[in-house]
């Protein structure tokens, strides 16, 4: 976990009242119910003005809403970058989630950890997780993946009109859902040929 350490002064409610949306605060770095001894960058759900009592509600920028009493004790509270203040433990936002499917061309256990240790190499034994493995085998073939509107049509031009091209390859559609009102075609995949005359 890479924190940073940042100087901060705890806001009292009153305090916090006086802020907008675009003030940028800290507060608890708290994750579904996991409890984090840091603070996160974070900023009002909507102007302080606007809350009548009750908690204060902000957003992290890792999109968890956090609800604070600022004048309760027992609470992490909400605090804003001040140089006279204290210092505090702040989450750096450096990081990003990627959940892949990787294509392992002729692919086997021993190639995966192969591919699974250089990633964990580049990228820090305790970064690279796999939360979950399904080893399924693919055909090496490429085709046209499009979603079409589901309700018929009068004409074929309007046919290629609202057909939306997504991918080539077969395997995505597992991961993939159509469009409320859509449909997937497949059909055999069709290089593109530019015939248009050069000079």
Not at 44 to 49: A, S
Not at 77 to 86: K, L, M, Q, S
Not at 95 to 107: I, Q, R
Not at 173 to 186: C, L, T
Request: with cysteine; aromatic share 8%; charged share 30%.
């Amino acid at each position: 976990m890479n924190t940073e350490k940042v100087t901060a002064r705890r806001l009292t409610a009153e305090e916090v009242s006086e802020l907008s949306r675009q003030d940028e605060i800290f507060v608890s770095a708290e994750m579904d119910g996991l409890p984090l001894d840091c603070y996160a960058p974070a900023s009002l759900t909507e102007p302080g003005k606007n809350f009548e009592g009750g908690s204060f509600t902000a957003r992290t920028i890792f999109g968890q809403e956090v609800r604070a009493l600022p004048d309760n004790d027992e609470e992490s509270g909400i605090w804003v970058a001040d140089e006279a203040g204290e210092e505090i433990e702040v989450l750096q936002n450096a990081g990003v989630l990627l959940n892949l499917a990787l294509f392992v061309p002729n692919g086997n256990r021993e190639s995966l950890e192969s591919l699974y240790s250089a990633a964990r190499d580049a990228f820090g034994a305790g970064i690279v997780q796999r939360w979950s493995e399904e080893l399924v085998a693919v055909p090496d073939v490429k085709v046209d993946l499009f979603e079409e509107p589901v309700r018929g049509r009068k004409n074929a031009g309007s046919q290629i009109r609202d057909r939306r091209a997504l991918d080539i390859y077969p395997t995505r559609v597992r991961f993939m859902e159509p469009s409320d009102g859509w449909k997937f075609i497949v059909e055999p995949h069709k290089e593109i040929v530019d015939e248009t005359p050069t000079i």
